[in-house]
């Protein structure tokens, strides 16, 4: 290994040569020492073909025919060593590298990489460098940084360099390393410098590494709390979407639906339909089957919703107890009917490819793209909600009928189907909710039991028909919640919540927003 390192260091310092047949040939076939030493001849030139060559026995994608070797990848046979297509002989078999040889590879291929033109390729070096630091990798990597013109990553090879030392025999060296990386805002160097700390024995080297990690950790404690807010605001977007749905049917219209959590289960097996629909009919446009899956998932809850409505809850209004258990009935019947058309088993909704990865902000701070999309489209969904009932005939017809019906129904609005509407848009608004969570993680039959008394407490905390309460209800609840879980752990963190909810209906039971006007009076 040192012999290969001491090569790269002055690998790069002589014009590079093609790849030749008998180096080929060497490095893939014989003794594992035999082969390293042509790897370590080899790679101290290498060219576009070296590395090419290195990478496929990397892939296990190189056979052997006799003194031949041969690049084989989709069926496709290439010589190493021009780069043409060649056919493969039959009798040809895999070449097999042991564990040793894998690894003399990989560092090759990384320090390879470290020296390349292309600035990504060598940001990729050094994060594989990072990894897995060695002093007896130092030669390569202060020919690297010597070399190096891009800033960002000159600093992670002197992290990298820093990390090498840090397991070095002599005590000068680890202080060194140890003042070196206390400049570090990754998370790997928090991980190396507590694993050097565990297995010092030099009480000065020792104390050196606790200042370091201190200075790490408040480097890092920015970016955890700035994580623990996202994650807050993540799961306060979903008790969001899953609440406005609940302001409706249980604020506006006084419905306790303990079906609730059902009909948003009904909208993530919708966007799971269209899924499938869109893979077996229209592969090319997979990535936009979540755009069709919206309205259909509103669609089909809002459908179940009016029949729910129509077939049950008309003859229940002015009866709680009697709805509470007919709703929880019915809950218990759609689960069933689900499993028996789904299966029992929970089922995989793929994110497309523009909701894959993430946003990274920091070292230890990424922001995936399914919650950014998830939290823009529920608060999208508020907006939408808000217009609605604040501009449309329908939410004029829906607030009329809440605030009093008998007049509603003296000028001549048709209660009842305003009560479907109202319901069917609640129950639809839910189906949205079971989209969005089908995106971040399965769908099965009890999706919507792990919401539904979350939802319950969004809309009672923010006040009782007020859509302002739930936005400030859910956000609040999220991001405590996610705060007091990272100090004390998700259950009790639960259990906090909860109990702070109920102290706090105690001595507000109108909620944080009061209804104003002669209904609050009555």
Partial sequence: MLRLLLLLAAAFSVQAHALTAAEATAIAIGEPDARIEALNKAVATADDRTTAFLQALGDDAVKAAGDKVFIVRDGQGV???????????ADAEDVVSNNRMRGEIDTALAAIKLFSPDANLRAEAVAALQKEPDESKLPMIEKAYAAEKVDAIKEQLALVRAAALLGSSDKAKRLEAARLLSGSRSPTTKTLLLERLRDESEADVKHALQLSLRQVDSALAWGDRLAQVFSGISLGSILLLVALGLAITYGLMGVINMAHGELMMIG???T???QGVFRSWFPGAFDWYLVAAVPVAFAASAL???ILERGVIRFLYGRPLETLLATWGISLMLMQLVRTVFGAQNVAVENPRWMSGGVVLMDNLQLPWNRIVIVGFAFAVLFGMAFLIARTRLGLFVRGVTQNRPIASCMGVNTAR???YAFALGSGIAGLAGCALSQIGNVGPDLGQAYIVDSFMVVVLGGVGQLAGTVYAALGLGILNKFIEGWAGAVLAKIAVLVL???F???????LFAVKGRSAEA
């Fill in 79 to 89: 010589d190493p060593v021009s780069g043409a297509p060649v056919q493969v002989p």
């Fill in 304 to 306: 179940v919703g009016a």
């Fill in 418 to 420: 305003v009560d479907t």
């Fill in 501 to 503: 909810i109920v102290v």
């Fill in 268 to 270: 993530a097996y919708a």
């Fill in 505 to 511: 209906i105690q001595k507000r039971p109108q909620g």
């Fill in 272 to 274: 799971y339909v269209v």
